[in-house]
Structures are given as C-alpha cells and as structure tokens.
C-alpha cells in the first residue's frame, strides 16, 4: 500500500525559507520519480520540480532555480524540497507524486499523490 506524507510547511516572512518532506512507503524511490506541484488561486496544480529515479532533478520555473532544490535519502524513503528566498508567489498548496522513473511536469502522468501541505509567505 502506498502513503505519501507531507510535512514542513507553514508560514514564513519573504526571503524566509522552509523544506519540504514527502515521506514515501510501498515503493523504492529508486525506481521512481518523485514531483511537487503546487496548486494555488492562479493555478490549479503546476509542476515545481521534480527529481528522477536515478537522482536527476528539474526545475519547472526560471523563478525557482537557484532557490528550490530537491535531494532524498534513499534510507529514511524522504524526498525532501528545500525553498530559500521564498516570496509571496510561492505560496500555494504543495504536494508530492510519483511516477515511474523518469520526470515530466504533466500532473496526469503522476500516479499516487501525498494530501498536500500548505506554504504561506506573508508578513
């Protein structure tokens, strides 16, 4: 049986920054690509990055490189999203997917989806 949990989101001033985790069971990350979308009043649920099964990751916004960045450990079966410099754009709902294998930013093509965990930024 699959479970996706989500934690480490909450409220933070800009320029603040948070990490997201997105604990993974009944499945090996190693075989599986794991995304974060984000869903938020402008968009229903876009792609923020991903990371592949063999470790490679992308980012889906010019606005997100060099600030968000994606790493797991394999051991504790985590994905983890580090935001820095978060701004009042980032704020949404933020969930993680799995696919097989490799990464695509279509949320069609996920298979299994955490409940979400929401991100404020706001003074």
């Known amino acids: 049986q699959l479970h996706f949990v989500e934690s480490g989101g909450g409220l933070v001033q800009p320029g603040g920054s948070l990490r997201l985790s997105c604990e993974v069971s009944?499945?090996?990350?190693?075989?599986?690509?794991i995304g974060w979308f984000r869903h938020s009043p402008r968009e229903e649920r876009e792609p923020v990055s991903c990371l592949g099964a063999s470790g490679e990751s992308t980012e889906y916004f010019d606005s997100v490189k060099g600030r968000f960045t994606m790493s797991r450990d394999n051991a504790k079966n985590t994905v983890y999203l580090r935001m820095k410099n978060l701004q009042p754009d980032d704020a949404g709902v933020y969930y993680c997917?799995?696919?097989?294998?490799?990464?695509?930013?279509?949320?069609?093509?996920?298979?299994?989806w955490g409940q979400g965990i929401r991100v404020d930024v706001s003074t």
């Open positions: 009944g499945f090996s990350l190693k075989n599986y690509a």
């Open positions: 997917a799995h696919r097989r294998m490799y990464c695509t930013g279509s949320p069609a093509n996920y298979e299994h």
